[in-house]
C-alpha cells in the first residue's frame, strides 16, 4: 500500500516565477492538506482540500492556490515566488475512518534563488 | 502568544533515559492532542493522539493532556538512538479545523 507520495523532491526557480506541487493521497484517503515547513519550525497550514472544493485556508495569501482532481489527488501553485516562500512543502492526507490522523508525504524542496 | 508553543531545544539524553517532551497551547477550543515524529530531510509521521484530558499510552510512548493548564507532554521510556529526532505537538479544533503545529522539540539519544 502506497503512502502519500510528492513530487517533484527538489525544485529551484527564480523570483516572480510560478510552480505546481503534486500529490497522490495514501489509498483510501479523500482529504489532502497543504503545509509550508520553513528551516527549523513546524508545519503552517496552508489548505485543505475535500470532494474538489477548498474546505479550509490557513493565513495564507491568494497566491497559493491549490486544486484537487476526482481521484482525490492534488497540486498546489504558487505565483509570484518569493525568496520568503523557499521551504519543503508537505501534503497530508486523511480520510473518513480518522480526519485527524493526517499521514504526511515525503515533501518537495523549493528553493527560491 | 503564540497558539503552540514548544521548547525547540536541542535535548541530549542518554540512551536509555525517560524523556518528557512539552507543548503549551492558546486556544481552549482544541480538542484533540497530535504528537508526531520527523526524522531529518521526512515527513513528519503520526505517533499518537489523544482527546480531550487525561492519558493514553502506546508502548513505551505516553502522552498527556491537561486542558485545565493548556498543557501536553509526551513521554519516551527507556529511550533509543533511533527516537533521535524533532517531536511536533498539534493539536485541533473539534470538528477538525485549525491545523496548528507547534515549532517542534529537537531529541538526541546519545549510545
Known amino acids: 500500500d502506497a503512502g502519500v507520495t510528492q513530487s517533484p523532491t527538489h525544485l529551484i526557480k527564480t523570483r516572480g516565477q510560478q510552480v505546481t506541487l503534486r500529490c497522490s493521497p495514501k489509498s483510501g484517503h479523500d482529504t489532502v492538506s497543504w503545509y509550508q515547513q520553513a528551516l527549523g519550525q513546524g508545519p503552517q497550514f496552508i489548505f485543505q482540500y475535500y470532494e474538489e472544493e477548498e474546505r479550509q485556508r490557513g493565513n495564507f495569501p491568494d497566491r497559493f492556490s491549490g486544486h484537487q482532481f476526482p481521484n482525490y489527488s492534488s497540486e498546489l501553485n504558487v505565483n509570484a515566488l518569493l525568496l520568503g516562500d523557499s521551504a519543503l512543502y508537505l501534503c497530508?492526507?486523511?480520510?473518513?475512518?480518522?480526519?485527524?490522523?493526517?499521514?504526511f508525504g515525503p515533501g518537495t524542496r523549493l528553493t527560491v534563488l | 502568544q503564540k497558539e503552540v508553543e514548544q521548547d525547540p531545544g536541542p535535548l541530549s539524553v542518554p540512551e536509555g533515559a525517560i524523556v518528557s517532551l512539552n507543548c503549551t497551547y492558546s486556544n481552549s477550543a482544541f480538542q484533540y492532542f497530535m504528537w508526531y515524529r520527523q526524522y531529518s530531510r521526512k515527513g513528519p509521521e503520526l505517533l499518537m493522539y489523544t482527546y480531550s484530558s487525561g492519558n493514553k499510552e502506546d508502548g513505551r510512548f505516553t502522552a498527556q493532556v491537561d486542558k485545565s493548564s493548556k498543557y501536553i507532554s509526551l513521554f519516551i521510556r527507556d529511550s533509543q538512538p533511533s527516537d533521535s529526532a524533532t517531536y511536533l505537538c498539534?493539536?485541533?479544533?473539534?470538528?477538525?479545523?485549525?491545523?496548528?503545529f507547534g515549532p517542534g522539540t529537537r531529541l538526541s539519544v546519545l549510545p
Open positions: 498539534a493539536p485541533i479544533g473539534p470538528y477538525g479545523q485549525n491545523f496548528v
Open positions: 497530508a492526507s486523511s480520510g473518513p475512518e480518522g480526519l485527524y490522523e493526517q499521514f
